[in-house]
């Protein structure tokens, strides 16, 4: 059965305005753009500091870093080793949205959304951050048999495409795993949106923030590494991601929006 949520987020971490918009106005992004000329946009202030994990739980609680507790990915010092600890979804001080839905009987689905690791418990399903998941080896969904009731292999999820896994020689098959990152995300998506009636779906596309944190120079002309030659082998790989990811948006549009959903 299609179920339509009532609303959809999909979120592209990390994919300024700053390179979107000039590629939408080039015609390689035409989703996004329509979405755009068809909608509502523009720029939001950031949480303070600015840093993915308390922007993320802001996003999910409603309340600034100083009421949710989290102000980056890592606690302060725990010992006089200067050891850090990584925080954690039991870390935030107050509930989420997803909570708070599954108290007023409401059902949600997230997938991939920063400070869920580990899962916890709500009215519908959670597959949690790849990035802060220490291991595939740990259970990372709500319910814990998420992906074996849906016959998702969990060899085909991958947690996180880090560049520094791969060589100097690598950089084609690095953004074709990004492709295929993104497009398993997009699959397992829709599977359990046809399987679960969930009011609310988040989605997050980390693929975006990988891009931009370890080929800015590539885009950037301005910045100080950046460099022609090494530009023009590697913009062609990143526009074509971007035209993946727009393509995958697109069939987010074409199948679960409609005059009753709002993404």
Known sequence: MNHRPKVIVIGLDGATWTNLKPWMEQGLLPNL??????????????????????????????????????????????????????????DIKVKTIFEILSEYKKSSGTINLPMTYPPFKINGF???????????ELNFTYPNDLFENNKIKKSDYALDVNPRNYTENEKE?????????????????????????????????????????FYWHCIDETHPKYDKNESAKIMPLILNYFQKLDSIIGEFVKTYVDDKTSL
């Not at 600015?50 to 989290?70: C, D, E, L, Q, Y």
């Not at 795993?177 to 596309?205: G, P, Q, R």
């Open 33 to 90: 753009k329509f979405l755009v000329d068809n909608g509502s946009s523009g720029e939001l202030e950031s949480t303070i500091p600015r840093h993915s994990a308390p922007a993320w739980t802001s996003f999910m609680t409603g309340v600034n870093p100083g009421k949710h507790g989290i102000f980056g990915f890592f606690k302060g010092f725990k010992d006089r080793l200067y050891r850090k600890e990584l925080n954690a979804s039991s």
């Open 126 to 136: 959670m597959v949690s951050c790849g990035l802060l998941t220490p291991s595939a």
């Open 173 to 213: 098959r690095f953004f074709t795993d990004l492709i295929k990152a993104s497009e398993t995300k997009k699959e397992i998506s829709f599977n359990l949106i046809n399987k679960y009636d969930c009011d609310l779906f988040v989605v997050v596309f980390g693929e975006t923030d990988r891009v931009q944190h």
